[in-house]
């Protein structure tokens, strides 16, 4: 139940019909795993944080490094060389201590996914490195969690949605085989322009603000070029032969 706090900082987006005091008192309900507090993890945390939801857990083995400042917008000098999901987890105390945090500075493997998505309504993966990616993918299918990913070097970014509790809709594996591509160019080799990144995360928070408000959320890979300022939509058809959500709902 809302408090008359809650109407308060809440008010602007009570006042939206897709919101309003139910979809408020839902998102605080909610529980959401963030893997990786960098360029993309920020901008997610803020803008979650904001909304409402009602409790993270925040995963990365980083620390903070004086590179990650220009994008990296939760962070200060003051932070460099301290763990980011420590530094993240402080920020959501400051932003509003009424919001529970679960904090995981290991790095998220295939073998310790399992456990940090117990009790996930959501994830999301804003990473930078397409083992942990693919990682993620096959561990949010096989538990049936919703996962929102985000992608970004250099001026280009990207956004995808897998909703594995729908027979339709394809995973990450459908779209790069995980056997194939186990090595990517990294933001410290190809270079990352902040607003890109932020774009992207910012975005992934409004995906998955909609997913878990119930509505209906745009399927499909999203690419964006922010060198040209063009958007593309790519409708993208689960693969019979996925390694990994193919015969996923048979097991
Ligand atoms: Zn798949």
């Not at 139940?1 to 308060?8: E, K, V």
């Not at 008010?11 to 309900?29: C, F, K």
């Not at 529980?31 to 979650?48: A, E, S, T």
């Not at 994008?71 to 301290?82: C, E, I, K, S």
Request: aromatic letters at 6%; glycine letters at 10%; hydrophobic letters at 45%.
């Amino acid at each position: 139940m809302l408090l008359d706090q809650d109407f308060l900082r809440y008010g602007r987006q009570l006042l939206l019909p897709q919101w309003g005091e139910s979809g408020q008192n839902l998102l605080a309900q909610k529980r959401v795993v963030i893997i990786g507090l960098g360029g993309l993890g920020c901008p997610v945390l803020q803008y979650l944080a904001g909304a409402g939801i009602g409790g993270f857990r925040l995963v990365d083995a980083d620390a903070v490094s004086l590179s990650n400042l220009p994008r990296q917008t939760l962070y200060t000098p003051a932070d460099v060389g301290r763990s980011k999901a420590e530094a993240a987890a402080e920020w959501v105390g400051r932003h509003n201590p009424a919001i529970k945090v679960e904090v995981e500075t290991r790095m998220a493997t295939a073998s310790t996914l399992p456990r940090l998505l117990t009790g996930a309504d959501l994830v999301l993966d804003c990473t930078d490195n397409l083992t942990t990616r693919h990682a993620i993918n096959a561990a949010c299918v096989k538990a049936g969690k919703p996962l929102v990913s985000g992608a970004a070097i250099g001026w280009q970014g990207q956004l995808l949605v897998v909703q594995p509790q729908s027979a339709d809709s394809a995973c990450f594996a459908c779209l790069s085989d995980p056997d194939e591509h186990t090595q990517s160019a990294s933001c410290a080799e190809a270079g990352i322009v902040g607003p890109v990144v932020g774009t992207v995360g910012t975005l992934q928070a409004l995906l998955a603000i909609q997913l878990l408000l119930g509505l209906d959320s745009p399927a499909g890979l999203h690419r964006f070029d922010g060198l040209h300022f063009q958007w593309q939509r790519f409708a993208l058809a689960k693969s019979p032969e996925c390694p990994v959500c193919a015969n996923a709902l048979c097991e």
